[in-house]
């Protein structure tokens, strides 16, 4: 049946609402729902959100950390060196019980919409085939859409037969990575030939894209012009774009003009980003995130992703997409009140729009996936990145937990949550 009224909850403009699913959509959001006789719940004036989602996420490598050892530079070489040397000995079992533990983690988080690479440049696609599987498994409980990943490169390993299966046995997204190929020719070759792929099978783009501290990495002006040329406008995302920090400010004058006629869609990982770039500087150290607070007001679609949990670029996480947000703000100076707004909205409705998924959102009509926060506004989700009390999905409660209280003892014993 996938029935549910939810009552007394504040909505993102903190409106108090009650929302009333039926069949596994939102079919009424008014002050006060009518009805009874079918399962309800209370939010106890809690903020409720559309599910949290992540569009940049290797689930193939997650919760790797320490195998066959540790990332102990940091920088992304030896992340990639690392994960080679781990690839020869995974096997699809491995993989698919990570990535299961990690569904249920971020099933736990709110997290109901995962696009995860997928590395296809090793000499088979077991991982491809591991994904695919959990892709089925977990259908019913979050979306993951999944992206041919050339991690090695796609001319420098030689993998484009392995992308191409890939693609053939059910990925949905091309992938690729032409800061990495062996030069700045090959790289833009890489995007024409990708793109050019995505054309032909009506499929999305999402590439790693200059994810380097080189201000002359500059594959994403040939990603936006190839997004013209194909007429593929809002159906291809630059991740990473890290090189943006680093910049001629005249040059990206240029530069966001392009990407707004391609309609871009763009995808920093601000954890990963802050983590691994700047990692060959002396002081000062780049912070390494892509322009932000820029691409947003020039109305770009921004949205953030975790990229890593556990694994051999990133040692912490627990897909939490209020952590990503979180720290977005502090590096991309969005502190005002409207900034940290944006910033949550970077972990939901725009990622969503990223990968292009039907029904979501909190209105008539909408697939009936929620969250409930125990906190009262999307501001104080982000400050206090509060437990999860109910997910929702379809209608039915995938995951819950009871509210989180303090015992204070100031000589009286109190009761304290940490809502302002
Ligand atoms: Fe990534």
């Known amino acids: 049946m996938n029935d549910l009224v939810i ?39 809690h903020f409720i959100s559309p ?27 030896e992340g990639i060196s690392l994960w080679g040397e781990l690839k020869k000995d995974l096997t699809a079992d491995a993989i698919k019980e990570r990535a299961r533990k990690l569904c249920k983690w971020s099933i736990a988080r709110g997290t109901l919409g995962i696009r995860s690479h997928v590395d296809v440049s090793g000499d088979n696609l077991m991982a491809v085939e591991a994904l695919l599987d959990i892709k089925e498994e977990m259908k019913d409980f979050l979306d993951i859409q999944l992206v041919a990943f050339p991690q090695d490169g796609l001319y420098r390993a030689k993998c484009l037969n392995n992308l191409k299966t890939a693609l053939e046995m059910g990925v949905d997204v091309v992938g690729g990575i032409p800061h990495f190929e062996r030069t700045m020719s090959d790289g833009a070759y890489s995007v024409k030939t990708l793109c050019e792929i995505a054309e032909k099978k009506g499929l999305l783009v999402d590439m790693h894209c200059d994810e380097s501290d080189d201000p002359l990495s500059r594959h994403v002006e040939t990603l936006a012009n190839e997004t013209t040329r194909l007429g593929l406008e809002g ?19 240029k530069l966001i003009a392009l990407l707004v006629e391609a309609n871009l869609h763009i995808i ?31 109305g770009l679609n921004v949205a953030f992703g975790h990229d890593c949990v556990m694994d051999p670029w990133y040692p912490l996480g627990s897909h939490d997409m209020l952590e ?58 982000l400050r206090l990145k509060p437990p999860r009390l109910y997910v ?26 940490l809502i302002f």
């Open 7 to 45: 009552r007394n909850c504040l909505d993102f403009n903190q409106k108090k609402i009650d929302i009333f699913i039926r069949n596994g959509k939102i079919a009424e959001i008014s002050e006060r729902i009518l009805i009874s006789d079918i399962p309800e719940i209370d939010a106890g004036g």
């Open 51 to 77: 599910p949290f989602i992540d569009s940049h996420f290797h689930m193939d490598a997650t919760l790797s950390y320490g195998l066959p050892r540790i990332n102990q530079s940091g920088t992304l070489l």
């Open 235 to 253: 159906r291809v995302a630059g991740s990473h774009l890290t090189s943006m920090h680093s910049m001629d400010n005249y040059y990206f004058s």
């Open 268 to 298: 920093p990982n601000p954890l990963i980003n802050i983590t691994i770039q700047g990692r060959h500087d002396t002081y000062p150290k780049r912070r390494g995130l892509t322009r932000v607070p820029e691409q947003m007001k020039a």
């Open 324 to 381: 990503v947000a979180h720290m977005a703000l502090h590096v991309a100076h969005m502190t005002g009140a409207d900034d940290m707004k944006e910033c949550f909205k970077a972990v939901t409705t725009n990622p969503a729009k990223v990968m292009h998924l039907d029904n979501y959102g909190l209105e008539k009509g909408c697939n009936g996936d929620l969250v409930i926060l125990q906190c009262k506004n999307p501001v104080e989700a």
């Open 392 to 417: 929702i999905r379809r209608g039915q409660i995938i995951s819950s937990t009871d509210p989180v209280k303090y015992k204070i003892n100031t000589g009286k014993e109190e009761l304290v949550d």
